[in-house]
């Protein structure tokens, strides 16, 4: 242990021991994308520890009441999403849904392609429920979970090409996470930026969103206050980058603002009226990403791409499946750091938007997992190896490989 300051100011000493902790596999962010590669990494037998700066699951899908499960279909009838982001939408609601409940995908009964076609696989899930799952997931499959937990410092070796260790500071303790491969899961490329690789900003701001929970006559129900995308936008539209602190400090405020202005139009607090859930996190979409090997555009719809680790679909229309390179998940001058989630690697604010969502989230999310267990140097990790890992849990890495339509 090494002590990672000492101050000392009149009578008053203050000082944090750095402690250090080895694993195989360093998760950081417990998002959807962080809880799907630590679980996919652990199912491989590694050491996975998984750090959250919050002291809940989730993310965005829980924290900022996003609590739409979009599609894992391609709005045609076919499902091109699998794994790990299949599983986790069927432990969203395994103990009830809060609509949209894809009978057509779970009921036997129902699984049909015609009445697939009209009918998306998606779901809406109670966010509170749906992260204490997620937590008990990984804990039953060995992930050590920090919680509150903020990135200080990074180390590289000398040659500038690998991360040797992440510190951590919790309110009251101070860690130096050593690992064998490290995973940004934590939505804007903040481990990739903290090391100082090649980072990409969106062209336009974060849509200005103020979704929470309100109880009304024995009805819980998600308000949805404001847009979740930029593309829905309005000529009065200002916006937020979501990596200014100030910045976000005052969008959270003007949220709460709108909040209870929307709040009260429906009448003042009762025993059957009362704001049930406020997000506790910026509902902020896009940020930064990591300018990869591989960058995925729109133009690769339904495109085949040799080196794909799973499919997703696009939310916003039916019809476009793109796989997804594991070149996307790393850049080439960082051996053992690859990511996952709202910050892989694609072309254009477009493209962003379709891939920041739980979906993707969940299927980069099992594949960095993987990738990161196999290897430590991501360009000449075992391909081949990794795609049958994946296939061998169910995972389907091609358009063609889908038989049933």
């Not at 690789?197 to 929970?213: F, S």
């Not at 476009?320 to 790393?330: G, Q």
Request: charged fraction near 20%.
């Amino acid at each position: 242990m090494s002590v990672l300051s000492d101050v000392h100011e009149g009578d008053i000493v203050s000082s944090y021991i750095k402690k250090q902790k080895n694993y195989d596999i360093a998760v950081i962010g417990g998002g959807i994308a962080g809880i799907s590669a630590a679980l996919s990494a652990a199912r491989l037998g590694k050491k996975v520890v998984l750090a959250e700066s919050s002291y809940i699951l989730g993310g965005l899908a829980t924290s900022g009441l996003v609590t739409i499960y979009l599609p894992l279909c391609d709005g045609l009838g076919r499902q091109v999403s699998f794994g790990i982001a299949e599983e986790l939408l069927k432990l969203s609601i395994s103990y009830g849904s809060e609509g949209d409940y894809p009978s057509a995908w779970l009921n036997s009964d129902e699984c049909n392609v015609s009445v697939r076609k009209n009918s998306r696989y998606l779901t809406r899930f109670n966010p509170h429920v749906f992260a204490i799952l997620c937590e008990k997931l990984l804990l039953e499959n060995g992930v050590e979970i920090i919680f509150g937990a903020k990135i200080s410092e990074l180390k590289k070796n000398s040659d500038r090409d690998t991360v040797l260790s992440v510190s951590l500071l919790t309110n009251t303790d101070a860690y130096e996470i050593i690992a064998d491969s490290f995973i940004d899961c934590t939505g804007d490329a903040s481990v990739f930026y903290l090391f100082g690789a090649e980072t990409v900003l969106p062209e336009h701001k974060n849509a200005d969103a103020a979704w929470y929970y309100e109880v009304k006559e024995g009805e819980f129900k998600l308000k949805q206050i404001g847009n979740c995308s930029y593309i829905y936008s309005t000529s009065e539209y200002h916006g937020i980058s979501g990596l200014d602190s100030e910045e976000n400090t005052l969008e959270v405020i003007s949220s709460h603002a709108r909040i209870i202005d929307d709040f009260l139009k429906n009448g003042k607090v009762s025993q059957n009226h009362a704001i049930a859930t406020l997000p506790t996190i910026p509902q902020i979409r896009m940020s930064r990403m990591i300018k990869g090997v591989c960058r995925i555009n729109k133009n690769d719809d339904k495109k085949y791409v040799q080196s794909s680790v799973g499919m997703f679909s696009s939310w916003l229309e039916k019809g476009p499946v793109f796989e997804l390179p594991i070149e996307s998940l790393y850049c080439s001058s960082i051996k053992n750091l690859c990511t996952a989630g709202r910050s892989i690697s694609v072309e254009g604010d477009d493209m962003w938007d379709i891939t920041r969502v739980i979906p993707v989230c969940a299927v980069s999310g099992e594949a960095a997992g993987v990738l990161a267990a196999v290897s430590s140097d991501f360009k000449i990790a075992d391909l081949k190896g990794i795609q049958n890992i994946l296939t061998g849990r169910g995972v389907k890495l091609h358009l063609s490989d889908i038989t049933n339509f």
